[in-house]
């Protein structure tokens, strides 16, 4: 009798339900699924998704899943089915080379309702919109562009010199992130707008801080974690009436989206004045990225409704189209475009500084390096001087080719990398994969790789944590730090593939000029370098979000 009653219906069910969570979810992922066989980051990862969100909830995934590879190698397990690999062959050649496609990790970073290269998830779509600009930001258009050396020149010269040679002069230390942040924008959007239409944020003070808060209010540090980690709990939570971050950020803020939107708009009378002769085409003053956006995007059929996203559904709640913010309606191509361009204006701020803040630091820090970048910098042809009579630039070829300032960027860029975070890629559908060691890898795993463990094997880059720009340099000083010829295949900052950094060029061009402006004309010290320490995170700059340093003219010596 006790035993009927113990075998009754809801109790055989309980210990159905029992067994089957019991395999489903604990023995089978532990034991027997094709990931068993590769090492735990935690012994939690196996059976669980908790431990990885939690770790990257605390903001301490990168230098977690380092540690992890450090002990089990280069392939390790974040979750039951989501993996670490940190090797470049069956790694990140596989994965990357192979254009595995995204996740809804990159979904945060659509624009007006609409996703651009960097937040299209699947190949199709993104290789359409990656075809529309790749030219002007190849090397070659780059280096021989008349439009981007007069930007640079003008910004240069007319923006970034005197303010730093009045610091100089009344003995004045500057915040460099913060002018790091506005020259990055003032060059990017010179070259997308034109420089009669982009910011000024250098000079104007106000304008930039106006700028920075709406970009904080759109983009906040902690919006990261629930958008692009869980953003589907987030949406959900959302309709569910519980917001776990303010309202304005999960939907759209009005503001923030304007300003490119209004920026475009702008771009589009320089052009009709360049095409109705009334202006002359400059160089510098031309929308280059705007126009051939326009240009291609026009021969495209696109669809009359924005595509269904987030935002969009947000902007219909609140009774109003998506394409009515500024109060003047924007047809889909305008919004493609301005999607576009708003998401590589947020990437350009979100990178360019930090990299140039951190060789800032590393070469205030050192003195002899510093001084060896300045005489590579003074034997240029024509130097890059302040206060010469012509306000002439190097010639953008001529910069790419010096050793020192090349190697003192990729070696920052190694050990400070602007994204050192995992890049999240899906393994495709109908095959099996192979990561490292590991064959039988099944569709639809999630497979990460981080510049931040990358660039610290040992075995590539001998004293992963010191900054040595020697080891770019093909030299004997370099033999201690050289370890294999595969550092550049290990170089992972732009990431690699069909998804790799699409401004890695512009980046590395304005960069060079920039540096060669504040190097070769004045001599840098630490004035407040507290929080340097850079976050760990998919994007990280410094925690203290500043880096003061006090500017001298350079010293005169013959160098
Ligand atoms: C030092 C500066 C920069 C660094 C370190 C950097 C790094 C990266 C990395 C690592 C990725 C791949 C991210 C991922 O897939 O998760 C990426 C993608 C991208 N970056 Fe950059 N970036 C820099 C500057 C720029 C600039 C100046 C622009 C535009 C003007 C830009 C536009 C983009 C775009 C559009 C993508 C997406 C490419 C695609 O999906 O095809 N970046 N960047």
Same mark, same amino acid.
């Given at each position: 009798m006790a035993l009927i009653e113990f075998l009754s219906v809801p109790s055989v069910t309980l210990v159905a339900i029992s067994i089957f969570v019991l395999v489903r979810h604990i023995l089978y992922p532990a034991f +027997?699924?094709? @990931?068993?066989?590769i090492p735990n980051a935690h012994p939690l990862a196996a059976i669980t998704p908790a431990w990885i969100t939690w770790i990257r909830f605390t903001n301490v995934e990168n230098k977690t899943v380092y540690e992890a590879h450090k002990r089990h190698g280069p392939v390790v397990r974040l979750g039951p089915s989501e993996l670490s690999v940190n090797c470049v062959d069956h790694g990140i050649k596989t994965i990357y080379g192979k254009g595995f496609e995204k996740t809804n990790?990159?979904? +945060?970073?659509?624009n007006y309702g609409i996703l651009n290269m960097f937040s299209s998830l699947q190949s199709h779509p993104h290789s359409t919109k990656k075809k529309r600009i790749s030219n002007v930001y190849s090397k070659s258009h780059l280096l021989g562009s008349a439009d981007v050396q007069a930007i640079v020149s003008q910004i240069i010269h007319e923006r970034i010199l005197p303010l730093i040679a009045n610091k100089a002069a009344t003995n004045t230390p500057i915040d460099v992130f913060i002018l790091y942040q506005a020259a990055a924008l003032d060059l990017t959007s010179a070259y997308f707008f034109g420089l009669p239409v982009g910011t000024n944020f250098i000079q104007n003070d106000d304008a930039r801080n106006k700028w920075l808060q709406q970009y904080h209010k759109s983009h906040? +540090? !902690?919006?990261i974690f629930w958008l692009q980690h869980i953003p589907g709990l987030t949406l959900f939570l959302a309709k569910l009436g *519980?917001?776990? @971050?303010?309202k304005d950020r999960i939907w759209f803020n009005d503001e923030f989206d304007a300003w490119c939107l209004n920026l475009c708009a702008r771009a589009e009378n320089l052009l009709a004045e360049v095409d109705s002769g009334t202006d002359e085409r400059q160089p510098g003053n031309f929308p280059v990225v705007y126009e051939q956006l326009k240009r291609i995007t026009k021969k495209e059929k696109m669809?009359?409704?924005? $595509? *269904?996203h987030l935002k969009e559904s947000a902007a219909r709640q609140k009774?109003?189209?998506?394409? !009515?913010l500024l109060d003047v309606p924007r047809s889909p191509q305008q919004l493609e475009i301005a999607s576009e361009l708003l998401d590589q204006l947020v990437a350009t701020h979100g990178t360019l500084p930090i990299t140039l803040l951190y060789v800032s630091w590393e070469l205030s820090r050192n003195p002899e390096m510093q001084r060896r970048l300045r005489a590579e910098l003074k034997s240029l042809p024509i130097p890059l001087e302040y206060g010469s009579a012509e306000k002439s630039i190097p010639d953008a070829r001529t910069l790419d080719d010096l050793p020192l300032l090349h190697a003192v960027i990729m070696e920052t860029l190694r050990l400070h990398?602007? *994204?050192?975070?995992g890049q999240p890629r899906v393994t495709p559908q109908g095959s099996v994969t192979q990561v490292g060691d590991y064959?039988?890898?099944?569709?639809?795993t999630l497979v990460n790789s981080y510049a931040w463990s990358l660039h610290r094997n040992p075995d590539v880059f001998? !004293?992963?944590e010191g900054w040595h720009?020697?080891?770019? @340099?093909?030299?004997?000083?370099s033999a201690t730090y050289?370890? $294999? !010829?595969k550092k550049e295949r290990w170089f992972w900052a732009f990431s $690699?593939? $069909?998804?790799?950094?699409?401004?890695s060029n512009f980046a590395m061009q304005v960069m060079k000029f920039t540096l060669a402006a504040l190097y070769t004309n004045f001599f840098s010290t630490i004035v407040d370098d507290e929080g340097i320490e850079q976050m760990d995170g998919y994007i990280a700059g410094p925690k203290g979000d500043k880096l003061v340093l006090a500017f001298k003219p350079a010293p005169q010596e013959t160098e």
């Open positions: +027997f699924s094709p @990931l068993a066989k990790f990159y979904s +945060f970073f659509a906040p +540090f !902690d919006a *519980i917001h776990v @971050l303010p669809s009359e409704e924005p $595509s *269904i009774g109003r189209e998506v394409g !009515d990398p602007a *994204i050192p975070g064959a039988g890898i099944p569709p639809g001998p !004293d992963p720009p020697e080891r770019w @340099l093909e030299s004997e000083e050289q370890g $294999s !010829d $690699s593939g $069909s998804r790799m950094c699409v401004g």
